[in-house]
């Protein structure tokens, strides 16, 4: 197992694993909105992405929508990570793989200089996370416009 970050040919991929995280699998109406914000947010490093790869198959994935807020005493960059698009392949969970890509992802953003994660999890998925520090929040408030 490979693991190592998305390149343009993993789109695909990711467009499958992102229309299964929304529970539109069979859904093509949104595929060249995909496309086209996985290749432009590649292209600009606004979007990392760490894909898990068996013998050139991405397999799992991890996502972070980088967005830069102004600077905090303890986050001097002001760049914060959104973690999302956290899948893998049924067939494949259960094998440390999100423990591993996660892992390297952190440590990816780190050497860039990136202080802080955040992610909404589900609480299945909750104790993975806080093995790796991850603390409980408070919510959030949001409006669609």
């Not at 694993?17 to 093509?28: A, G, N, P, Q, V």
């Not at 432009?40 to 397999?59: E, M, P, Q, R, T």
């Amino acid at each position: 197992m490979l693991f190592r970050k998305a390149v343009a040919t993993d789109i695909p991929q990711l467009i499958k694993f992102r229309k299964i995280l929304l529970c539109h699998e069979d859904d093509s109406s949104m595929d060249e909105t995909f496309r086209n914000y996985f290749d432009s947010s590649l292209s600009d490093k606004s979007l990392l992405v760490w894909v898990a790869d068996d013998d050139g198959i991405a397999v799992s994935t991890v996502c972070f929508c980088l967005c830069r807020l102004a600077p905090r005493f303890e986050n001097p960059s002001g760049v914060v990570a959104y973690m999302t698009n956290v899948f893998t392949i049924p067939s494949y969970r259960r094998q440390g793989i999100v423990s591993k890509l996660v892992s390297e992802a952190i440590d990816d953003l780190k050497t860039q200089g990136i202080r802080k994660i955040l992610l909404h999890s589900s609480d299945m998925a909750k104790p993975l996370y806080e093995r790796f520090g991850f603390v409980e929040g408070k919510n959030y408030l949001s409006i669609n416009i």
